[in-house]
Nanobody, 116 residues
Framework: QVQLVESGGGLVQPGGSLRLSCAAS????????MSWYRQAPGKERELVAS????????VYADSVKGRFTISRDNPKNTVYLQMNSLKPEDTAVYSC?????????WGQGTQVTVSS
């Protein structure tokens, strides 16, 4: 069955870094565009970053440009989100998303907390 399993979340101090991973299985990973979304308490889910199926193009939310980097390793069926210079407002549940036309898959999410 289809699975997207995120890992790498946790508690980090402001200015610190984390690297999130999302391991995919059960579908043809290399055909899907991949994204990271986040949802903070009391707020709507927002797109953080996206990457095309071959990894040639990326898109970032204005709030994370220059600090976050999305990448993928198709042979390993994994997408990553490198997060640097973290701020308290980056605190949220981060979820992995796969999309091909109208087909969408979601991971369960991983908590990222930025606090001193």
């Amino acid at each position: 069955q289809v699975q997207l399993v995120e890992s790498g979340g946790g508690l980090v101090q402001p200015g610190g870094s984390l690297r999130l991973s999302c391991a995919a299985s059960g579908f043809t990973f290399s055909a899907y565009a991949m994204s990271w979304y986040r949802q903070a308490p009391g707020k709507e889910r927002e797109l953080v970053a996206s990457i095309t199926s071959a990894g040639g193009n990326t898109v970032y939310a204005d709030s994370v440009k220059g600090r976050f980097t999305i990448s993928r390793d198709n042979p390993k069926n994994t997408v990553y989100l490198q997060m640097n210079s973290l701020k308290p407002e980056d605190t949220a549940v981060y979820s992995c998303h796969a999309r091909l036309y109208i087909v969408n898959y979601w991971g369960q999410g991983t908590q990222v907390t930025v606090s001193s």
